[in-house]
């Protein structure tokens, strides 16, 4: 890997860690049990590597079929995470009044 | 770089705002499914991106793949009740795991020989990372579904067996760091990874899964992110780094909601119960009571202890069960005469207290009891008999 490409790489890794530090320092508990699905379904991005294992090299078929098994893999993760997600969300909708005096409770 | 790279390279971009704008939106109830929303988004404009972007060889095997893992994903995400959310987003994270490594060891058979010295040890982390995720996610699911005793499993010696087993697994990262020419050393850190992730989540009951799995999810993002390294994909880094950090200091605020610290749950398992493993009855028996039982036991306790759990949420049962302690504690300072008037008023003239002990969001409140107020217990509809 070329030294340039590899410092840039890993500016973009630590400020990446900062962010995600900074974002989740503060979820009420409430949120909890979503947010772990949510991020659950985005480690699914996996799936980008997956599908350029599987289309994107040239004359591996072994490495295609690997491809294949990582892209219905990764891609159970993001449907399955973001559905469960959603239907996770979907029950504080109907509350919403309610729901949040419930948050600062539990948060304290 | 032609145009479609700088497409791609925008989209990656577009992808990587929208991760964080979603974690943001996921910390507060309003704004939480608009973050989903945005989540779905930047994963699909990724995806998009990836496939216009980079030279595709055939089409066969990503339509294939795409198309059975949405099916088998959304059957998973329709199918299951909402008492076995739990389990299932286990079982996603495992996919998603074996996606990472399974990406590693593609391009171990690919690659391998012309890697830099970097780029291999990207590779090794990711293929241990993600099978050890693997397999962890998939005993916590096991656990969490009843298919693998819940409560911890020890034995004699384990320590040192984790140990020797974490070793191995290290120790054949290296050497393959070193001679990436043998192939063996590779498969068998995979294999060690894959027995680790078992080893590592075993000793640990059902009941600190969700801390176990977002770790385990805190792995998987950062087994992703390693494949960004190899593959030299800022997107990967991105969203794999964001999940990696979010889902460890996430595992760190669960631990806090409990009173409990991390390496409590993690390794509080080990040692200690092994001395007492002989005259342990965790379990008990469940007896189920009829409502006017309920009522009365509750009318005639000194302490009541409420130990909120998953089934209580997925019930929408919150409000209920607070009242519920309101009117407990409402007797319990002021009498029946005040439990009465806050009945009748719809106000609670006691301040409710809440204070947590031990293990789990416990609240304990205490009831000096007498008799009358079974009926209003029971259900607020029925006539005060008691009184």
């Known amino acids: 890997m070329n030294p340039a490409v590899l410092i840039a790489s890993v500016y973009v890794f630590a400020l990446a860690a900062f962010l995600g530090y900074q974002v989740i320092s503060r979820v009420p508990p409430l949120l909890h049990t979503p ?65 949040k005096p419930d948050a600062k409770e539990a948060a304290k | 770089m032609s145009l479609t790279s700088y497409f791609m390279e925008a989209t990656y971009l577009i992808a990587s705002i929208l991760f964080i704008l979603a974690l943001k939106g996921m910390s507060h109830p309003e704004t939480a499914r608009r973050g989903m929303f945005m989540a ?168 600190d899964m969700p801390v176990v799995m977002s770790l385990l999810n805190s792995y998987a993002g950062l087994a992703a992110a390693a494949t960004g390294f190899v593959l030299q994909n800022n997107v990967l880094i991105i969203a794999g780094t964001l999940d990696g950090f979010s889902g460890f200091i996430l595992s760190v605020l669960m631990c806090k909601a409990m009173n409990r610290s991390i390496t409590n749950v993690l ?12 005259s342990a009855t965790a379990g008990g028996v469940m007896r189920e009571i009829s409502l006017d039982d309920a009522a009365m036991q509750l009318a005639f306790a000194n302490r009541v202890v409420f130990v909120p759990g998953y089934g209580l949420a997925t019930a929408q049962a919150q409000h209920a069960c607070r009242e519920l302690g309101e009117l407990l504690e409402c007797a319990a300072c002021g009498g029946q005469r005040s439990l009465l008037r806050a009945l009748r008023d719809g106000t609670d003239q006691s301040r409710v207290s809440f204070y947590r002990c031990g293990r789990g969001h416990r609240r304990q409140r205490r009831s000096k009891s007498r008799c009358a107020r079974q009926s209003q217990v029971t259900d607020r509809g029925h006539a005060d008999s008691g009184s």
């Open chain 1, 35 to 99: 947010l772990m699905s949510a991020t659950n379904a985005i480690s699914g991005i996996s799936l980008i590597g997956s599908l350029v294992l599987a289309g994107a090299m040239k004359n591996q078929p072994s490495a295609h079929i690997l491809g294949f098994v990582a892209v219905t893999a990764a891609t159970i993760n993001v449907v399955g995470g973001f559905g469960i997600t959603d239907r996770m969300l979907k029950m504080f909708g109907k509350r919403k009044a309610e729901a």
């Open chain 2, 267 to 278: 390794f509080g398992g080990f040692g200690s119960v092994i001395a007492e493993a002989g």
């Open chain 2, 40 to 207: 779905e988004a930047g994963m699909l404009a990724a995806i998009v991106g990836t496939l216009v972007g980079t030279e595709i060889v055939t089409w066969v095997w990503i339509i294939a793949g795409l198309t059975l893992g949405s099916a088998i994903g959304a059957w998973m995400a329709v199918s299951v009740p909402m008492t076995a959310m739990p389990q299932r987003t286990a079982l996603s994270h495992a996919f998603g795991a074996l996606a990472a490594a399974l990406v590693g060891v593609g391009e171990f058979l690919v690659h391998a020989q012309e890697m830099t010295v970097v780029t291999r040890g990207a590779l090794g982390f990711e293929v241990m990372l993600g099978a050890l995720t693997t397999t962890g996610s998939l005993i916590a699911a096991g656990k969490l579904q009843g298919f693998i005793a819940g409560k911890p499993i020890q034995f004699r010696g384990q320590n040192a067996v984790n140990l020797a087993v974490a070793l191995a697994m290290i120790g054949c990262f290296v050497y393959f760091w070193i001679h990436p020419e043998n192939v063996a050393v590779f498969y068998t850190m995979l294999g060690m990874a894959f027995v680790f992730g078992i080893m590592l989540v075993i000793p640990i009951g059902s009941a």
